[in-house]
Nanobody, 114 residues
């Protein structure tokens, strides 16, 4: 059974940083791409970043390029999202997703306010 558990969300001031983690189980983690998505209040879910199975290639939404970094640790079945220079517009619930079967985690909330 696929399980994805996100953590690391919280409240931060503009310009601050957070590191999100997603612990995966129930599938061969190192064989599949992973991605982070977010859903701002009242808006649709959007792709933030993706990473290939080995971590050799990453892609980002234009809105987060240069500020966010996705990475993975295949030895520990975990994918990360380092978020720097956070802006109010980054406020959202963040979800990780496995390209194994399109499953999602339960999400972790990020709030950016002064």
């Amino acid at each position: 059974q696929v399980q994805l558990v996100e953590s690391g969300g919280g409240s931060v001031q503009p310009g601050g940083s957070l590191r999100l983690s997603c612990a995966a189980s129930g599938f061969a983690f190192s064989n599949y791409a992973m991605s982070w998505h977010r859903q701002p209040p009242g808006k649709e879910r959007e792709l933030v970043a993706s990473i290939t199975p080995t971590g050799s290639r990453t892609k980002y939404a234009d809105s987060v390029k240069g500020r966010f970094a996705i990475s993975r640790d295949n030895a520990h079945n975990t994918v990360y999202l380092q978020m720097n220079s956070l802006e109010r517009e980054d406020k959202a619930t963040y979800y990780c997703c496995t390209w194994y079967d399109g499953n999602w985690g339960q999400g972790t909330q990020v709030t950016v306010s002064s």
